[in-house]
């Protein structure tokens, strides 16, 4: 590994860490997503300043070449990236039509009341 490819990979993780805290802490992302970003980001950082720990992980795994672990650990963390945002999704959808049903029931009832005191101003008129 040339010098040049260890400090981009130390460096990449450092901004992937520094934009996760500064998204969360300007409240642009919540802690339960900013999780696998962050898991992600420290695996980096971890990898690229010990990267023989790389070659010793897949080695453990049984992973001839270490390049495919990083692949399939960064498909890995993308897939359950995925996962949470469909159940968030799916949840949201949810509330959303609860929240419709609600909003047309309460304007039909608002419309009955008027109906029902636009009737009743008729009957004072006559």
Same mark, same amino acid.
């Given at each position: 590994?040339?010098?040049?490819?260890?400090?981009?990979?130390?460096?990449?993780?450092?901004?992937?860490?520094? *934009?996760? &805290?500064?998204? $969360?802490?300007?409240?642009? !992302?919540?802690?339960?997503?900013? =999780?696998?970003?962050?898991?992600?980001? %420290?695996l980096a950082l971890?990898?690229?300043?010990?990267?023989?720990?790389?070659?010793w992980a897949a080695?453990?795994?049984?992973?001839?070449?270490?390049?495919?672990?990083?692949?399939? *650990?960064? &498909?890995?963390? $993308?897939?359950?990236?995925? !996962?949470?945002?469909?159940?968030? =999704?799916?949840?949201?959808?949810?509330? %959303?039509?609860?929240?419709?049903?609600?909003?047309?029931?309460?304007?039909?009832?608002?419309?009955?009341?008027?109906?029902?005191?636009?009737?009743?101003?008729?009957?004072?008129?006559?």
């Amino acid at each position: 590994m040339t010098l040049t490819s260890y400090i981009f990979g130390i460096l990449a993780a450092v901004v992937t860490l520094v *934009v996760v &805290i500064e998204l $969360l802490r300007r409240r642009r !992302l919540r802690e339960r997503h900013a =999780l696998w970003w962050f898991l992600a980001g %420290t695996l980096a950082l971890i990898v690229g300043i010990f990267p023989a720990s790389l070659e010793w992980a897949a080695t453990l795994i049984g992973i001839a070449v270490p390049t495919n672990l990083v692949f399939f *650990v960064s &498909i890995a963390i $993308l897939f359950l990236v995925c !996962l949470q945002h469909s159940a968030e =999704l799916t949840r949201l959808e949810s509330k %959303t039509r609860t929240l419709a049903e609600v909003v047309a029931l309460q304007d039909l009832r608002i419309r009955e009341i008027e109906a029902g005191a636009h009737d009743d101003e008729c009957q004072r008129q006559n």
